[in-house]
């Protein structure tokens, strides 16, 4: 049966230390934007419980929506077959919108999990987030689940990790050049694995250069807003209006590239008040929640162009824009947003 109480709990940090010295619990919660990584430890789970070709038997797998605790309690209650523990991985099963028969049926049900089937309730696309108010349930989860979350890494875990995997792929990259991948493809290790195969494979020297970067991968929406509004801020419409065009190519819809480029704009915005106050890229980072100083120094670099007021009332026209695409009917979005970038760069030649 389920021990009755555990070590405090340390997310992550426990779940390294359990699968270390084998002894891994009864019941975890895997949350967080990084996936890439909560794949890495399902995958460590399944290979520390179950043996190599009794994964059909001992691994089960439950999707969330019309699941009932009593198919759950069956499913962890199912004997081992030519293994010591069982794996139940449940995906998307919003504890907290259970009903009050069910939550009650659950939390019985945690406090008596079998000690040979390990349970881990998988959040993937639903967020994971305490609802207090159920204090019986969040009782029980405190007290016989681990939750473990998984956020978007730091840069200081990101760069060597991204020199690693050049590495078995037989190529080298720098510091500034893995800093560049990062801001133009995301800092989630899911979306950075194909790109840097892609990269890797284009890729002629021994060293990835930025020139490589640009060649084959695939940047976020927020890297193409910033080239974009780096171009409004020079005041090259041409230019934007390129970017633009590609956008709209990859069928980005006109309403969320204006939101991003609104909310880069805010960001100029606060990197040119705080060249005016005298403050520094770390009180960008610090602001913004940044796991870097690489998009706050761009950031700076693209306030030094510009003033305070063409920010502010750059802001407000895209606002006015957002609410008329947002409230009125039959707008030309795409024309619209054009003419946006038409009068911003034109206040800025």
Known sequence: MADKKKAPRKGAQK?????????????????????????????????????????????????????????????????????????????????????????????????????????????????????????????????????????????ADLLPWIARRFKALGKEIDR????????????????????????????????????????????????????????????RYDQAASILGDLLKMQTEPIMILAALGSQLRRIWTARLALDAGRDRYWLMELWGMKSDYPAKLLLNAARRTTAEWCAQAVRRCQVLDRRMKSERGVDSVGELKLLLVQLAAERS
């Open 176 to 235: 500034t050049a893995a800093e560049y991948l990062i801001f133009t493809c995301g800092g989630l290790m899911t979306g950075l694995v194909p790109e840097i195969e892609k990269i890797a494979a284009y890729a002629k020297g021994k060293t990835v250069t930025q020139a490589d970067i640009d060649a084959v991968a695939d940047p976020v929406l927020s890297a193409e807003v910033f080239k974009l509004s780096d171009a409004v801020l020079q005041g």
């Open 15 to 155: 779940l390294k230390e359990d699968l270390a010295a084998g002894t891994i619990g009864c019941a975890y919660i895997f949350y967080g934007e990084e996936s890439y990584l909560r794949e890495y430890y399902l995958g460590e789970l399944r290979k520390k419980l179950v043996p190599p070709g009794f994964e059909t038997f001992n691994v089960h797998t439950l999707e969330g929506k019309d699941l009932t605790v009593q198919t759950l309690a069956e499913t962890v209650e199912a004997m081992p077959m030519m293994a010591e523990r069982t794996l139940a991985v449940v995906t998307d099963w919003d504890l907290f919108k259970l009903g009050e028969d069910q939550r009650e049926k659950l939390i019985a049900l945690l406090e008596d999990l079998p000690r040979y089937c390990c349970v881990v309730f998988v959040y993937d696309t639903l967020e994971y987030k305490l609802n207090r108010t159920l204090k019986k349930l969040c009782k029980a989860l405190d007290t016989y689940v681990e939750a473990v979350e998984f956020p978007a890494s730091s840069s």
